[in-house]
């Protein structure tokens, strides 16, 4: 397969260079830049035009997405329900040796090894996988994504040339060693030793107890034949921290290599395509070489030497590397609420049900409110998810292809990373269950797909990062951001800052601003609705919301550093909940900033006008969830929050006509979907039985009914 | 099994008579009321009698759901995770023999049947199944609760003696052929037919289209060879609505009788130890004695008569018969989520993560406020909910056993499980995510429990009854409710209340009673809190919300009546989604006074300290949802919000100390539980590695980490 994928350069997380948005087909702009928005009016029944907005859903990589579904599309690749755990577990590793027969997986791996380099590219094409079978996607992750990345990431040359050929090809499937039964989110404390031995010139490998045994790790129950496990490297007694070694598992037949054993973790809640298991090692003797020493070495005496001096920053940076999987999950995520969406949307504009308008015809569901408000938002978020994710993953290809890769640039990315995946995994699982309900008992039959997307989507909110750690380092990044703008300054500047502080809460925070805002209101809620909607309040509201809660928050943590540990820790702690949401509503923020850029990209004025009711509803329910928060600090005063919802209201039923080409501009097809219930059959149906009821009415033969006859 | 259970008599919903309370045994006190609560001051640092808020958790049935639990904690009886569909199903038949011969499933049945007549007591056993497996305690609601009480609530002596008999034994599996693919929740709009032929004196039984068909019958795809189905009853030419009919659907062999055919559902999201199907019926005869006809006869001549002359009344009396599918639901959705939240808070209880606060030990869970957050506010409507269900069970029994059997109380009964359904089976479904979530990977294998839980109840949101059409049924309800205040009024009566409400409104509504507020609450965060841990204050914000949003949307139809069918529609379409809001609003205050009536009866000064805590976590966690609107509505001020929030941290606090014993008191045993991280081996995995490092350090052996060393 050729690389095809406009190849870019990009400074900064979110500007995207117009050359890379597929755009529309015009004739004669072939090659030019994308004109400036139309400044012609907007039409007032607007039409979509649904091939052009699928074009720029596909994103950068939109070439790379449409071979990837075109491949996904194929029945050997897909799921099939019901299989028993043991049959789904060879099933997917079968298809894991068709994706290698098909060149399919190994455009991230060096070109001197029959690798692209093209890491963006890689997950773009890995990302699509999810909607064949998500067990698929993962154990693909698990072999390229982690374990290969490990050896090609924290390796060396000698690694990459070794180890590599075999991952590759899957004559070595192999583990990501990392997580124990005693320590998920916290990587660094993991209990298991690697002890460098000078007089053999190997590490010995151990687990001192059952907590420290190696945990939930795909390819370990039965495929794995190798692994990189991570532990702390000891030499010299000396602790350097978590590295990583290669380390054979199993012998030819498939037994436990001498030291080494494992349980099977058996039937989960989805994903039972993959064989996770747990591993324990008993003094396994690995050669010195076997370190992956990219990032810290040890010579065959026995002396540690690494670039990277301080033990903190190399730690996080040689985690840094592993973040593609949670790019991937973000993009994942993102395709399987996009898919639950097409089903329920398309099920919602064809099943009727209650006649409350008519004596004859019932009701299609999506034009009650209630249905609109529980599936439109959700469709808005996937909109804003998708054009977020598209500038991460550009933002990851910059770093990874070397491109734009300063430390500032990596802990952007781990930043961006720690604050989409969250809110994407969370959101595809919430779209999930409402698809389901909302598609009722046709929606929990595996036939229409949606509760088997929902229990393999269900892990992704907490593995590749916990959502809550996740967030409360992206929180973190913003406090400390925060504080370096006064770590330059004097203590007269912060003094300064402190009281402007406290004079902006007293403002905010006991209703003198909220007055003002409410004696304005009276009798505008006109301008209340047409404030709302122009692209600057909701930015401002948004950013202010970020701002004022990490702000806040510093404030109160201001003293705290001065404490005893014990002290500082619950003083932290006891602001960990509100810390939380100040990143989830940064992560927001990015998300609405990605749809508006997204926004100005558009072309097709009916497109554009649609697309602006859309991210309008996805602004503006950002700001209505938080409602009490812009009342609270005197953001909005109470008519004004009132014409938030009003507006919303109004956004639904302007949005309503256009749900379809909404979800139908995602471009799944019907052998994505395999959801009997989205594939017409329902207004099969539905025409059936009224078709029955007006024959039967025109020929009289309709039995009456005993009120009409009394 | 004899029937132990206090029996009492009860008027109205929530009015508990005190002596059904099973209390905390007090010498001397055996058989007295329960004394009114102590005076005594309530300890300083309270603590939780364990064994006897377990008893009063267990409420008015409390013998008769021990000796269920007891069945219950018999493997026979329980699920074994990972087996076929096919093998499941056949289990869950085998069970329900078991639970025949245990006589542990006829309390509801005739007495000359065998059966006690016991409908509360039933309905306590049967939810207590869930338990077991979920797929076991609805395919013995198909059976029992919704078969088998067609046959005992629809039809008549007649059909209690032919019938009853056989499907008590299991002689007779059968299913409850009511939803069709093209109607679930609006069952009066159901196709099939059952038109009287004279000559034959027989009903002919017709599908007339696809969507007719009947559809995700427990029972149908295999193992039922009869079926209660409804169908528009048509009889000399007229339409007397749906009826139900006993009808044989397959032979000795187990193949459909003539005329009658049907589908497998397949594989579902959960609860595959049922067999559900659809069925079709193509003109098949059944005698006219086979219309369960205690609501309406026909005679040999196809004379059609009812004791309820009006057809609306009729169905909903008929469908009201068979409320107790969704009274159980609210308590098997109860009782799961009460097992996740015995086995997350558990966990959290054991497992640490991360050491902030020390160099050595890192912290429990459960000590993180955000965790805190997580669980403990699930833990508080856990609770309410246990109270309220005991009450709804009692108006239940009340209803049916005739003691309180009014046309009101009746459709009292429809209002409370309408409202309360839905709220805790949605409840079930985000605890059990939440606990998933929160104890992390482990919570994702199917050997911790939470997974195969969530999976079955995912359809209690839909079955029995939409949630949300649910609660627009309540909605509707309140809406009548209100303007029955004013039938009775002269048109004088009516303008003058619309003034009051106008003048309210716009004292509310623009900030004039907020902004007197604000003022009185300047420098009184202390009186602001101590005012909303009082019970009056929770009880007059909750229900003002109520009455408020009702009398709002009930303004905004006023003139809706007056207009054409469509445009009355749309008014009312316009408001859905916010009367859908005020009908959970009415629940959770039926819940909230359920939880304070359950307060009143706890004795034990600390026991009834805790609850308090509890009570005022869940009832201002109800006022911090819905923030936005106190706000708005002027019922809070800005300060006065911020102290509700700045309240539940507090109350977090005070409580994380008894989370184990508020836990505890729901009184599942390891049987029950079933989760291996809520066995203990959590903390003896703890344990073990802090006294490995303890003993590493006490040696000196400990390696010296690189940093130090620096």
Same mark, same amino acid.
């Given at each position: ?154 390796? *060396? ?124 090692? *008993? ?234 805002? *409410? ?192």
């Amino acid at each position: 397969m050729v690389d095809t994928a406009p190849r870019t350069t990009t400074k900064t997380w979110g500007q995207r260079p117009a050359a890379t948005v597929p755009a529309k087909p015009v004739p004669g702009a072939v090659g030019a830049p994308i004109p400036a928005p139309s400044a012609a009016p907007a039409p007032e029944s607007p039409e979509v035009d649904v091939a052009a907005l699928g074009r720029q859903l596909l994103g950068t990589w939109a070439d790379i997405r449409l071979a990837a579904r075109e491949r996904a599309a194929h029945p050997e690749l897909q799921r099939i329900e019901g299989q028993t755990m043991a049959e789904h577990r060879e099933r997917v590793l079968g298809q894991l040796k068709i994706l290698v027969e098909q060149g399919a997986v190994h455009r991230a791996f060096p070109k001197e090894l029959g690798g692209l380099e093209d890491h963006g590219g890689n997950i773009a094409a890995f990302e699509e996988l999810v909607i064949a079978d998500p067990s698929l996607q993962i154990k693909s992750g698990v072999q390229w994504g982690l374990f290969g990345a490990a050896v090609l990431h924290l390796g *060396t040359e000698y690694h990459r040339r070794a180890f590599l050929p075999g991952i590759m090809s899957l004559d070595v499937p192999g583990a990501f060693a990392m997580t124990e039964t005693g320590h998920g989110s916290d990587v660094a404390a993991i209990g298991t030793t690697a002890t460098y031995d000078e007089a053999t010139q190997e590490f010995v490998i151990n687990t001192p107890f059952r907590g420290a045994w190696k945990d939930y790790l795909g390819n370990a129950a039965l495929h794995g034949i190798a692994a990189v496990v991570f532990a702390q490297l000891i030499a010299k007694g000396v602790n350097h921290g978590v590295h990583a070694l290669y380390v054979p598992l199993r012998d030819a037949d498939g037994a436990f290599l001498p030291g080494i054993g494992g349980e099977d973790d058996g039937l989960k809640g989805g994903l039972n395509g993959i064989d996770n298991g747990r591993l324990h090692f *008993t003094n396994v003797r690995v050669p010195r070489e076997n370190l992956l020493n990219r990032y810290g070495s040890v010579t065959e005496d026995g002396t540690y030497s690494s670039p990277i001096a301080s033990p903190g920053r190399r730690f996080f940076t040689m985690l840094g590397t592993l973040v593609q999987g949670r790019v991937s999950l973000d993009g994942a995520a993102t395709s399987a609420a996009a898919v639950a969406l097409t089903i329920a949307i398309t099920y919602g504009n064809q099943r009727r049900q209650f006649n409350a308008a008519s004596d004859t015809d019932e009701e299609v569901l999506l034009d009650y409110q209630r249905h609109q408000r529980r599936l439109l938002p959700k469709l808005a978020t996937t909109y804003a998810q998708t054009f977020a994710h598209d500038e991460f993953l550009l933002k990851f290809d910059a770093v990874f292809s070397g491109r734009a890769d300063t430390d500032d640039d990596r802990q952007d990315l781990e930043t961006i990373a720690a604050a989409l995946k969250p809110l994407s995994t969370w959101h595809a699982l919430e779209t999930l269950q409402e698809a389901r309900e909302a598609t009722g008992g046709a929606g929990f039959l595996a036939e229409n797909r949606i509760v088997g997307l929902r229990q393999d989507l269900d892990i992704y909110a907490t593995f590749e990062g916990d959502n809550n750690v996740l967030l409360q380092l992206v929180a973190k990044r913003l406090l400390t951001d925060y504080s370096k703008q006064f770590a330059k300054a004097d203590a007269g500047a912060m003094a300064r800052y402190v009281v402007a502080q406290t004079a902006e809460r007293a403002y905010h925070g006991t209703g003198l601003r909220r007055l003002g805002q *409410t004696i304005a209101d009276f009798g505008s809620t006109a301008r209340s609705v047409s404030e709302l909607r122009d692209t600057n309040t909701q930015r401002e509201l948004l950013t202010d919301r970020v701002e004022t809660m990490i702000a806040d928050i510093a404030a109160r943590l201001r003293d705290a550093r001065k404490l005893p540990k014990a002290d500082a820790a619950a003083a932290f702690n006891r602001n960990q909940n509100e810390l939380i949401e100040a990143a989830r509503a940064h992560g927001e923020l990015l998300q609405w900033e990605a749809f508006t850029r997204g926004l100005e990209q558009t072309t097709d004025p009916g497109t554009r006008r649609v697309l602006t009711w859309l991210r309008d509803l996805f602004g503006l329910g950002l700001v209505e969830k938080h409602l009490a928060w812009y009342l609270i600090h005197g953001r909005l005063s109470p008519q004004r929050a009132q014409a938030v919802t009003a507006y919303i209201d109004r956004l639904l039923e302007r949005l309503r006509p256009h749900a379809q080409d909404l979800v139908d501009a995602f471009g799944y097809t019907p052998e994505h979907l395999r959801s009997k219930i989205a594939s017409g059959a329902e207004q099969e149906r539905q025409d059936e039985a009224r078709a029955y009821y007006a024959a039967q009415r025109a020929a009289g033969t309709l039995p009456m009914p005993e009120k009409t006859k009394k």
